[in-house]
């Protein structure tokens, strides 16, 4: 038994989907049974309403069978198209099962008693057998898809492997561990972040300690210094009210010789310094023999340890014309600039 419901087929599969509804009226008959308080007589109009109900979804499942397949179809697509007309037929005949079920449960609430209901699962029991692939119900369906005489490889389809699967249970199933990853992953990224963050805050509190330590170290040797003196308004400030100010300690040596320098008149001379005596004067600009040839037999000789700058750049000026080399013209020192010089026009 165990086999046949669990047959991983797609014969299987449409005959658990059909068993699954099997015991669903079970549930319903026992909420109706609370709601009238376990009455069994009910009106009349009602038990006739849900026979008349039962009745005609009994002979809509009987009678409705698959529609025919087109012609000219490949064994491939009729086989496709044949397995999904025989599911759209089960499917049917569940709900046809099904919809007495409802109607009578209204029934008997709208009545007062269970008999309405009870009708309606005399009759709708036997829709779901007649909807499960037995080789009955997989005949005559075949038969009616080739008549138009398109071969249906319904057997073949039938045969097929499938996942084993329930209708409502492994959706459900589905979602559950979904959210269950789903769930645990958010765990473990919040348990991540946390320990991160808690990482982070005793980082925090390390550097704070080690700081407050080095304050601490930094301020033990400036307590045993004296503190200083406030110093005083300046002589004139408003505050001060003209007082003198103290003269500082390290400098009462030099109060006598402050003395004498402020008693000296502006009229004394001033002392010239050791390099510029009265002995030395100041020579006249001596006459460059290479840039005069006229005044080249009077001209002094030029002093034997200078440097000659204007006789460099006078020799390039002759040399190259006038023309300057870009030594003379660039004297700046650092690297030669390549900027473009700035245009003066208005």
């Not at 805050?201 to 330590?213: A, F, I, L, N, P």
Request: proline share 9%; charged share 25%; aromatic share 6%.
């Amino acid at each position: 038994m165990t086999d046949f419901v669990l047959q991983p087929t797609q014969e299987g599969e449409l005959r658990r989907r059909v068993l699954f509804w099997v015991p669903a009226p079970l549930p319903v008959l026992g909420v109706v049974a609370i709601a009238v308080g376990g009455t069994l007589a009910a009106a009349g109009w009602t038990i006739l309403l849900a026979a008349c109900v039962g009745v005609g979804s009994l002979l809509l499942a009987t009678v409705v069978q698959p529609t025919p397949l087109p012609e000219g179809l490949t064994p491939q697509v009729s086989a496709r198209r044949s397995l999904h007309r025989f599911r759209q037929f089960t499917n049917l005949r569940v709900v046809l099962a099904l919809v007495p079920v409802v109607v009578g449960a209204m029934a008997s609430i709208m009545g007062g008693g269970l008999y309405p209901l009870l009708a309606c699962l005399v009759l709708a029991w036997p829709q779901l057998l007649l909807a499960l692939p037995t080789f009955f119900t997989i005949t005559r369906a075949r038969r009616a898809m080739e008549a138009w005489g398109t071969t249906a490889y319904l057997w073949h389809a039938l045969s097929r492997p499938a996942r084993v699967t329930w209708p409502v249970v492994t959706p459900m199933a589905r979602l559950w561990r979904e959210w269950r990853k789903d769930r645990e992953r958010l765990v473990r990224a919040r348990t991540a972040e946390d320990r991160r963050q808690r990482d982070r805050d005793q980082e925090w509190k390390r550097v704070v300690d080690e700081e407050s330590r080095d304050a601490e170290g930094d301020a033990s040797p400036s307590s045993d210094l004296e503190p200083t003196r406030p110093v005083r308004p300046l002589p004139g400030h408003r505050s001060a009210d003209h007082e003198r100010t103290d003269v500082v300690p390290h400098l009462g040596d030099r109060q006598d010789g402050d003395r004498q320098d402020s008693d000296r008149t502006d009229q004394e001379e001033t002392d010239l310094l050791p390099h510029l005596g009265a002995a030395q004067e100041t020579d006249p600009t001596r006459v460059m023999p290479h840039l005069d040839g006229a005044d080249a037999e009077n001209a002094d000789p030029a002093p034997p340890g200078g440097r000659s700058s204007v006789h460099r750049a006078a020799l390039q000026f002759l040399e190259r014309g006038s023309d300057l080399g870009m030594a003379v013209r660039r004297r700046r020192r650092g690297a030669p600039s390549t900027r473009r010089p700035r245009s003066h026009k208005p």
